[in-house]
């Protein structure tokens, strides 16, 4: 049952609708508390058995360090259960979370349960510091076709600190050098 409505998905340049889902690494992560610090790819998908899946999987873990050199990190949403995702974090190596979906999140996305024994189609989007949507595709062709689009945008976001005053900036440099 989905505690987000479907009918207010989110679009290109709202406010992305905060979770709070657990992840893989037995963690619970908030989007609120992610994005002041890095931007966030979100990747969404429904079977982790899924040859799809695990090939965009991979192609975002191939992208984890340019992701990090522009501030942006990945998480990936699925509703499969908890211990499937471990299964496929560990299978896969991938150095990022995995959350589990159990409220029905990935709604406010357009990703909703597909016919009876199809599943929705991955969905990815990007959300910048400032929690607002920059990018998104559902379905999206493949996360290896949509990585070079989204890091080109990544590279024209301004640093986490672009928007602090100028008081503040000193102090924390004073504080480094002193």
């Not at 037995?26 to 966030?40: C, F, G, I, K, N």
């Not at 942006?72 to 299964?87: C, D, F, N, T």
């Not at 689009?149 to 024209?156: N, P």
Request: cysteine-free.
């Amino acid at each position: 049952m989905s505690t987000y409505p479907t009918s207010a998905r989110v679009a290109v340049g709202q406010e992305a609708p905060n979770f709070d889902l657990t992840s893989t690494e037995e963690a619970v992560l908030m989007l609120r508390d992610e994005v002041p610090r890095t931007a966030v790819v979100l990747y969404f998908f429904a079977d982790p058995s899924s040859e799809r899946a695990r090939r965009d999987l991979a192609s975002l873990a191939g992208q984890t360090e340019a992701l990090l050199r522009l501030r942006a990190k990945a998480l990936a949403v699925s509703s499969a259960p908890l211990g499937e995702l471990k299964r496929l974090q560990r299978d896969l190596g991938l150095r990022f979370p995995l959350l589990h979906d159990d409220r029905g999140f990935s709604a406010a996305y357009g990703v909703a349960p597909g016919a009876e024994g199809v599943p929705p189609a991955p969905a990815l989007a990007v959300i910048g510091r400032d929690q607002r949507v920059l990018w998104l595709a559902h379905p999206v062709a493949s996360v290896a076709e949509a990585l070079p689009e989204i890091l080109k945008l990544l590279k024209t976001q301004p640093s986490p600190t672009a928007l602090y005053p100028k008081s503040i900036i000193n102090r924390l440099v004073d504080r480094w050098v002193n």
